[in-house]
T-cell receptor, first 114, second 115 residues
Framework: KNQVEQSPQSLIILEGKNCTLQ??????????LRWYKQDTGRGPVSLTI?????NTKSNGRYTATLDADTKQSSLHITASQLSDSASYIC?????????????FGTGTQLKVEL | DAGVTQSPTHLIKTRGQQVTLRCSPI?????VSWYQQVLGQGPQFIFQ???????GRGNFPDRFSARQFPNYSSELNVNALLLGDSALYLC??????????????FGPGTRLTVL
């Protein structure tokens, strides 16, 4: 069964600090991995998308890494801001003949405090 | 240009009732996917439609059904509601349904509460 596991489940950091969120997956065959940011009660917003051949991708203060051999990904947030408080969801796409089949992790709930 | 829109934003129903949720994709997008997100969990895939045809279905009972209209908008129907159907229902649109790389853009969701 395809699974995506994220850690930690929740995290509290001080404003200005860095943090790293982890994602392990068993989805196969692998197509791509996405990180989404989801504010409470809102739809997820895409941060990065990485294919098999990409190891690192940045979007402002967000940097995602991918190790397709070990099936692990991380999302690093630099110089955190209060507005970074949200759920961060790792999503892995399965390579199919047609249609998108995405497996979502349960998310890491990040809270940034003063 | 508007993003993905969903209606209604909130809905309260009682057990056994039926509900219809609506989604309008981003202009030019031909694929719509539906997800159920229970509080504290990640979204679970329900359906994907592309060019008015079902392209994928998740592990949900037959009480869940959907359709896509010629203008690419979509409806999700849930019959015989159960308490466990209470969730945030997300709609996502993408340009096409044939490639797993197509980025999906999510709407704000419809919060369904079943009493």
């Amino acid at each position: 069964k395809n699974q995506v596991e994220q850690s930690p489940q929740s995290l509290i950091i001080l404003e200005g600090k860095n943090c790293t969120l982890q994602c392990n997956y068993t989805v196969s065959p692998f197509s791509n991995l996405r990180w989404y940011k989801q504010d409470t009660g809102r739809g997820p917003v895409s941060l990065t998308i990485m294919t098999f051949s990409e190891n690192t991708k940045s979007n402002g203060r967000y940097t995602a890494t991918l190790d397709a051999d070990t099936k692990q990904s991380s999302l690093h947030i630099t110089a955190s801001q209060l507005s970074d408080s949200a759920s961060y969801i790792c999503v892995v796409s399965e390579l199919t003949g047609g249609g998108n089949k995405l497996t979502f992790g349960t998310g890491t709930q990040l809270k940034v405090e003063l | 240009d508007a993003g993905v829109t969903q209606s209604p934003t909130h809905l309260i129903k009682t057990r056994g009732q039926q509900v219809t949720l609506r989604c309008s994709p981003i202009s030019g997008h031909k694929s719509v996917s539906w997800y159920q997100q229970v509080l504290g969990q990640g979204p679970q895939f329900i359906f994907q439609y592309y060019e008015k045809e079902e392209r994928g279905r998740g592990n949900f009972p037959d009480r869940f059904s959907a359709r896509q209209f010629p203008n690419y908008s979509s409806e999700l129907n849930v019959n015989a509601l159960l308490l466990g159907d209470s969730a945030l229902y997300l709609c996502a649109s993408s340009l096409a349904g044939g490639s797993s790389y197509n980025e999906q853009f999510f709407g704000p969701g419809t919060r369904l509460t079943v009493l």
